[in-house]
């Protein structure tokens, strides 16, 4: 009998770690993909492949909900009080060129996150159009946008998982050969030989310690296997020690290679390289050009410049 019920108690016990299983991978999607709540057009196209450009025509936006607030206060406030209240993008228009890296600098509030959540579609803009490789997104299937974008946070999400875990979210096919590639690409490689475990090390509050520096060069090796036509990049702003940082400046650079790019930008390297840096206040787009144009021209920009980039220098 014990032979009989041996294998059924193996495999209720299967049954149960694959659906702790499931649970948690619908976890690590909610977190992963911010799911948006917009819907896809019945006859949406799917985005091309290869470096795309990326653009957006007279682009304003508010957060769903916040126009509804002012309507109930309509009566109460002039109504040019109300719009410059709600609306966090007014009139944004500029196009990178494929490959090319468009860093986007200003005031905190000024809505540089906002402008890249238009780029993922977690919102739609409320007038005008972002538009990846010509098409509109709002014409785009969701999955050939998730599969276009690649996202990378100041927090890089590490979940208590084993190294090459961590690395397959990003690609769940890829062979050992790839994620170890990844990682040294990622100027990784000297951590994977400290691993005990390799691969199969657990990371995480409860696994193996990372640094800030390796957790950023994680999440840069993920976004290589990924390999998206567009990363939109939200640059740490939390200081590394300068090995560190070096590292992580190196993989970036691997990682942005022939990719079109929005980076949120906060660091001098950063807007020195990228080929338009857009200054933003109050949602608009103050001023526009590279480094050397903007430092010329002697704006807001550089006012930035002295406060946020040139101390970094020293
Ligand atoms: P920071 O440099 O501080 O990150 P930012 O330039 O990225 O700022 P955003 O985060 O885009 O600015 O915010 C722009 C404006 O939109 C702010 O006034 C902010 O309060 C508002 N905002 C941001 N997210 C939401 C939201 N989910 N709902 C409503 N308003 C929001």
């Known amino acids: 009998l014990a032979r009989l019920y041996g294998p059924i108690t193996t495999l209720s016990n299967v049954h149960v770690e694959i659906m702790t299983a499931l649970v948690s991978f619908d976890r690590v999607f909610e977190v992963l993909d911010l799911e948006p709540q917009i819907k896809e057009s019945p006859d949406a196209k799917p985005l091309p492949r290869g470096p795309l450009s990326v653009e957006f025509d007279r682009v304003s936006f508010r957060y769903p909900g916040t126009s509804e607030t002012s309507v109930a206060s309509l009566e109460l406030t002039p109504q040019s009080e109300v719009a410059e209240d709600t609306q966090v993008l007014s009139e944004v228009s500029f196009r990178a060129e494929p490959g090319q890296m468009v860093a986007l600098v200003g005031p905190s509030g000024a809505g540089k996150s906002t402008l890249t959540h238009l780029v993922s579609r977690l919102y739609d803009p409320s007038e005008g159009s972002v538009r990846i490789g010509g098409l509109d997104l709002r014409e785009a299937t969701g999955d050939s946008l998730r599969e276009a974008v690649g996202v990378v946070t100041q927090d890089a999400q590490l979940f208590h998982d084993t190294v090459g875990a961590n690395l397959r979210y990003a690609k769940p096919e890829a062979t050992d050969g790839e994620l170890e590639e990844a990682l040294r690409m990622a100027r990784l490689g000297p951590l994977l030989a400290q691993l005990p475990n390799g691969l199969d090390t657990m990371v995480g509050d409860r696994g193996y310690r990372l640094s800030g520096g390796e957790k950023q060069r994680l999440a840069i090796a993920r976004l290589l296997l990924k390999a998206p036509s567009i990363v939109v990049l939200d640059e740490a702003t939390a200081h590394l020690d300068s090995g560190s940082e070096a ?68």
Do not use: K, M, N
Not at 261 to 281: G, K, M, N, W
């Open 247 to 314: 590292a992580v400046q190196e993989a970036l650079a691997v990682a942005l290679e022939g990719r079109t790019s929005l980076v949120i930008a906060h660091r001098l390297a950063t807007v020195r390289e990228a080929d338009q840096i857009l200054v933003l206040e109050d949602g608009r787009v103050l001023e526009r050009g590279t480094h050397e144009q903007l430092l010329e021209a002697g704006g807001l920009y550089t006012a930035l410049y002295r406060t946020q980039f040139a101390p970094q220098s020293r």
